[in-house]
């Protein structure tokens, strides 16, 4: 159902209204604040309902990849995004790795300074090494 925003000419309160579209034109809309008919509907900002599917899809455009083996910070902030979106604790290795991207160290330097985050679905929460970025 869609939501649209109105302005009350009266009282300048601000507020949303959820109502169908054969609604739409047909209901009369009073303010919730000060009751009054004198509204204006605003234009607001355009919200778009995604499933989760295509919303990691997106975060995992490989042309959003590009370049990033050769900028460290954009590595961490996209390993970060994608951290949360998964909503998955991955463990503090990973927090420690992309602490250390987001501060620009090299992901080679990060990996002889942390050995034992490559592999046998040990470190990073079973992610495997930096090498499969």
Known sequence: MPTYEYICLACKHK??????YAEY???IIHCPHCNSTK???RIGRIRVARSEDSHLESLVDPAALNGLEDDPKALGRMMR???KELGED?????DEVVD???KGQNPEE???ELPDLGGDMGGMGGMGGLDDL
Request: aromatic share 8%.
């Open 100 to 102: 250390r991207l987001e």
């Open 81 to 83: 995004t994608m951290s």
């Open 90 to 94: 991955l463990g503090p290795e990973f």
């Open 15 to 20: 507020f949303e209204i959820s109502m169908t």
């Open 39 to 41: 509204v204006q509907r």
């Open 110 to 112: 990060i990996e002889k």
């Open 25 to 27: 034109g047909q209901r």
